[in-house]
Structures are given as structure tokens and as C-alpha cells.
């Protein structure tokens, strides 16, 4: 089988890519990043790279389609749909490349001593033991077991194989005194009197992930790192994991291995932070979506992406860490969070179990990703939906879109016919993260550059035609040094079908509850994308209900809270279970009312103006 070399630039990575293999292909092989927002299906431009030396493949029809003829003879392809003819370097531009820069760990901060009572599932126990003699020959664990019984009956009762491997030539290395880890009577670790204990909490997202690192003698919060999801390049939403997949069951077994190496980086960046070892943490946290859930522990997903959209289980679950593969102590365990439907994981368990609810008056909780999940909180009662309102709010499917990393254009506004940009970092514009796609929405909404029904007008100034395509340029060549950005009337129907899938989803939550929108006491945004949109561009675009701005609350990631929750006491996890059974789940797909409400919310209301706007 014939190979090409490719050099990636500007990594300089230089790796084969086989015959009948796209360059995404070979990229993700090599664990190489390259967005891929649509999952390598050709329906986005995340993957556009440039071929800037050697054998010039011909463009793919749909590439023809997209690329100007200009842009075509510079190189320019997609990743995803390009087979190589011959040996060339690859230029992959900075918004399909950057780190990002927002993955959300913001939340209720390191102390938690006065939310949550410090009674963890693991147990640290201190001991000091009486050296063996020819008088005395009980054996070590005998020993331990006795020296702990009157204080710690029951602690002891089983051991960790692993850890009895080592265990009796540790013992004498400590000179007989150190302290032990144990969880429901089972001692999982051990080590020196002079150690350090740890636990970690992991809120694993679709497309980001966070994690915690957290003392399990004082229950302080002492590292706290995001990154990236590396499964992203596989896609950004659940239905195209599930499409890889159906197509190529082995695919399963990848975005596993992705999910797991993820995990031991964060160990291990936050245990370096800390001046510790991966091996001191003895038990992990997780809170993920169902889809997340099930890749991780192996667990078939094809059904989850067809209807009924049914688990293959819903339960909270402990296993070893060593049979993920996840590098901690050798008899640590990992515990994931319950979920409540096939699109109502984990990770909204969570959020709920850290929220905090007005007493007496409904609450809305929302965590708008790819997919959307919202509950309804009143008293006892939660009722939960979700919709699939797609990646257009990270950036994704978004022409020049972009993770939220240095030069992703983050805060819009137009001013007397001038467009006025922020980005991240205050760095050269080199695309737009979700922040920023609803802004531009809410600004040629309000500006008057589209009409109600987000058709963009041919008299503006910034608009203009590509094609037979319309586009608002929002940044120029002069001002990116290079390409310039714009916002499509595809980008535009993209964010009106998402906000009218979250907001009939809304409407219909509120409808099988019986409640009115002027009902509600607050609604909650939370997670990534929820801390750092504008509530104004929201409302402006008709996302959110127009209510008071003290009724909406920002709370950051409340799922990685709630994971901590889960790791500092064993009565979160009850009431992590208990929320889960509490949960009435509404599948909207079985509304026969849903497609005319999603009908009725596509188009831009009349909403109040954002102040800034002329």
C-alpha cells in the first residue's frame, strides 16, 4: 500500500498517510488536531487546510462548491473529503489548531466546607502499628486489622489485590506507620505518614472537559485544569459519534482510548501542579452525558442516537479505575453519576445537585451545548427535556467558527453601520467562538442587516455576495492579515434553528408543567458556553424567555461542582440517585404539538434592544 509523507505545519509533525485515507483520517491516527465539527461529513469548514508545497491533489466537488477558484489554486482544501496524490506539507490555520482557552472549571470556587459536609465515600485513616516479633507472628493485615478495630471497626475487612502486592515491603519501607484508604470496609491504597491523599473530579463534556483535584484529608479543592474533549475530532454532538460508529464499530473503542488518555493528563498536569503523583489519587468523580457515560465505560451507543433513544443504563456506577485503564492508585475506583434519559446524563445530575432553587417558585435550569438539557424545579418535583439544538453555539457548523481560544472573535457589536470586535486575548481575529456567533446574530437582527425571518439585506454595506452565497464580512483582509471573516446566511439559519430548538423546548417544558414563563422565579444558565454569553444578545435573538434580568443567573459549571459534590460525600452521591429517580423525563419527539412550536420560534421577535446598539 502506497504511503505519503505529510508535514503538518506549524507543528512540524511528519506522518503517513495511506492510500484511499483523507489527510483528517491520517490526522486523527496520529492524534493530531484538526477541528472537525460536522465529524469529517463535509458539512462544515472547520477542516480547511492549506496544501502550501508539494503534490496538489484536484479539488473534491464540494470543495469547488465552497473554495473561489483563487482559493482552490492557493491549496486550500478540507481535511475531511481530500485524498493525498503525493508527498506535501500542510498548513492548518490557527482557529483548527488553537488550544482552547475557555474550557470551564469557574465554579463555586475551592472551599465548599459550608455547602457541603466533608463525609467522603473514601475514608483516610491513619494507623501505627507494633513491628512483628517470634512472640507475635500474626500477619500484616491481622495486624493492621486489630490496631484499627475499636475505632475503625470494619475497616479492614477486604484489601485490594493489587495492593497486597506491594503492600507487606511498603510496610517495613514506612517504618510501620502511615495511613490507608479505605471504602465500604475495602483498603484500596496506603502510603508513608508523611503522604498526601488525593481525589478527582472530572465533568467530561462533549466537547470540553474539567478537572478537580481535591485533598481527601481536608476536602480543599487544590488544582483545577480544563482542556479540550479530545473525541472532538470525531465530531462535535453525540449523533456523530453514534454515525462513526454504526459505520465503523472500532470507532467505539477510539474515542474510548481519547476519553481515557484525557483523564490521565489531567491527573497527571494537576498532581505535577501540586508537586504529587497520579498513583496518590484514590478515587475519581465523573460527570458526563449518557453518550459520554457509555463510550467510557464500553457500553453500546448506536441506540441511544435512534428512537426510542434508550440507556443501556442509567444507574450511578463504580468500577476500578484499572479496568479503564485510568492511571491512579492501583485499587482505585471511579464512580460516574446516574443519568436520567438518553440525552439527560450525568452531567445535568450534577448541575442539578449543585444548584441552588428558590423555595415556592419554579426554576428553570438550562445547559445549552450541541445538545440542550433543561429541568423544570419546583419543590420536590423535576420534569426534564432536551433538544438537539446543535454545535452553532460553540462555534461549530459556523463558517469561520471556532473553539474559544486567542483570536476567536468573543463580543460583537455594530455601531452606525461599523462593526466593532472583541476577541480573546485581544489577538488578530482569526475566527468566532459562540459568544461571538450570537452577538453578530442579535446585531444584524437589531441592526436591521436581516429581517425577521434572518434573510440578510443586499444594502448594507458589510454584506455582500460570494457566489451565489450572502455574507457579512466581519473582519477584512487588512484587519486579519490574511482572509477575512464573515458570517454567512447559512451561519444565520444555523443559530435561528438552534435557538428554536431550545426555545420550544422551553415552551413545551413549561406547557407540560403548567406553568407560564411569568411563573418562573429565576432561570439558571449553566456550563461553558452559558457563563459567557451576553443575556441581552440572548433575549435578543429570542433564546431566552423576556423576562427581568434578575431572573437569570450565570453559574458557570455547575456540573463540575456537582462532581465534586459526589467526591466529598457519600450523601451527595444518595442525592445525586435520588434526583435521577425524581426526574420525569418529557421526550419531545413524542410531542405531537413540537414541530409547530419549533416552526413559531425560528424567526427574530421584536425584543428590547441591547443598549449599545445605535
Not at 469548514?45 to 508539494?54: H, L, R
Not at 444507574?315 to 479503564?324: E, I, N, V, Y
Not at 445530575?349 to 415556592?360: C, H
Not at 455594530?414 to 468566532?432: F, H, M, R, S, W
Request: glycine share 10%; with cysteine.
Amino acid at each position: 500500500m502506497t504511503a505519503h509523507r505529510i508535514t503538518f505545519e506549524p507543528m512540524q509533525d511528519v506522518i503517513d498517510c495511506n492510500a484511499g485515507e483523507t489527510i483528517l483520517e491520517a490526522a486523527r491516527r496520529e492524534r493530531i488536531r484538526i477541528s472537525s465539527s460536522c465529524g469529517g461529513h463535509g458539512t462544515c469548514m472547520s477542516c480547511a487546510v492549506q496544501i502550501t508545497d508539494g503534490t496538489l491533489p484536484q479539488a473534491h466537488e464540494a470543495d469547488a462548491q465552497v473554495f473561489s477558484d483563487r482559493r482552490l489554486g492557493e491549496g486550500w482544501r478540507r481535511a475531511c473529503i481530500t485524498e493525498l496524490n503525493g508527498d506535501c506539507t500542510i498548513s492548518v490555520p490557527a482557529r483548527s489548531t488553537a488550544a482552547p482557552v475557555r474550557t470551564q472549571v469557574d465554579g463555586l470556587g475551592n472551599n465548599m466546607a459550608n455547602l457541603v459536609d466533608f463525609e467522603p465515600m473514601v475514608k483516610v485513616i491513619h494507623f501505627e502499628l507494633d513491628e512483628p516479633t517470634l512472640e507475635d507472628g500474626r500477619s500484616d493485615e491481622t495486624r493492621l486489622r486489630d490496631a484499627l478495630a475499636e475505632d475503625y471497626p470494619g475497616a479492614c475487612n477486604t484489601f485490594d489485590a493489587a495492593l497486597l502486592r506491594t503492600f507487606a515491603l511498603d510496610l517495613r519501607k514506612w517504618g510501620w506507620a502511615g495511613w490507608l484508604a479505605t471504602t465500604e470496609g475495602e483498603v484500596i491504597a496506603a502510603g508513608s505518614r508523611e503522604g498526601r491523599v488525593f481525589g478527582m473530579a472530572v465533568d467530561l463534556g462533549t466537547t470540553n472537559m474539567s478537572g478537580f483535584l481535591v485533598d481527601m484529608m481536608t476536602g480543599e479543592t487544590l488544582a483545577a485544569e480544563g482542556m479540550e474533549n479530545p473525541q472532538t475530532s470525531y465530531g462535535a454532538d453525540l449523533i456523530t459519534y453514534a454515525s462513526h460508529i454504526r459505520r465503523n464499530p472500532e470507532t467505539a473503542k477510539i474515542l474510548q482510548e481519547l476519553a481515557v488518555e484525557a483523564i490521565n493528563q489531567l491527573a497527571a498536569d494537576m498532581c505535577e501542579a501540586v508537586g504529587a503523583q497520579a498513583s496518590d489519587i484514590v478515587e475519581i468523580t465523573i460527570a458526563g452525558n449518557t453518550m459520554m457515560h457509555h463510550l467510557l465505560l464500553g457500553l453500546p451507543v448506536t441506540q441511544l442516537a435512534m428512537s426510542p433513544f434508550i440507556p443501556a443504563y442509567s444507574d450511578a456506577f463504580d468500577l476500578k479505575a484499572r479496568d479503564l485503564n485510568i492511571e491512579v492508585a492501583p485499587g482505585g475506583y471511579v464512580h460516574l453519576l446516574p443519568n436520567i434519559a438518553g440525552f439527560v446524563g450525568g452531567d445535568h445530575v450534577a448541575s442539578l445537585l449543585a444548584s441552588e432553587f428558590i423555595d415556592g417558585r419554579p426554576v428553570i435550569i438550562m445547559d445549552i451545548g450541541t445538545n440542550t438539557e433543561l429541568s423544570l424545579v419546583e419543590g420536590d418535583n423535576i420534569t426534564s427535556v432536551s433538544c438537539p439544538s446543535g454545535p452553532a453555539f460553540e462555534g461549530g457548523n459556523i463558517s469561520f467558527g471556532m473553539r474559544a481560544a486567542a483570536g476567536a472573535i468573543e463580543s460583537v457589536r455594530l455601531k452606525n453601520n461599523e462593526v466593532q470586535l472583541q476577541t480573546i486575548g485581544d489577538e488578530t481575529p482569526v475566527g468566532i467562538c459562540g459568544s461571538g456567533v450570537m452577538d453578530v446574530a442579535a446585531q444584524l437582527h437589531l441592526g436591521g442587516v436581516c429581517n425577521e425571518r434572518g434573510r440578510l439585506q443586499k444594502n448594507h454595506p458589510q454584506v455582500k455576495e460570494i457566489g451565489k452565497n450572502l455574507v457579512f464580512v466581519l473582519a477584512d483582509e487588512e484587519a486579519t492579515g490574511g482572509q477575512e471573516i464573515t458570517f454567512s446566511q447559512d451561519d444565520l439559519r444555523a443559530v435561528q434553528l438552534a435557538k428554536a430548538a431550545i426555545r420550544s423546548a422551553t415552551d413545551l417544558l413549561l406547557k407540560h408543567t403548567g406553568y407560564t414563563e411569568r411563573d418562573l422565579g429565576q432561570i439558571i444558565i449553566a456550563g461553558a458556553f452559558g457563563s459567557y454569553i451576553d443575556v441581552d444578545s440572548a433575549l435578543a435573538i429570542g433564546l431566552l424567555p423576556d423576562l427581568p434580568y434578575n431572573r437569570f443567573a450565570q453559574v458557570g459549571n455547575a456540573a463540575g461542582d456537582g462532581a465534586r459534590f459526589a467526591l466529598l460525600s457519600y450523601k451527595q452521591r444518595e442525592a445525586a440517585k435520588d434526583i435521577a429517580l425524581r426526574s420525569n423525563y418529557i421526550e419531545l419527539a413524542s410531542d405531537k404539538g413540537f414541530m409547530k412550536v419549533f416552526g413559531s420560534r425560528i424567526n427574530f421577535e421584536k425584543q428590547r434592544a441591547i443598549k449599545s446598539v445605535a
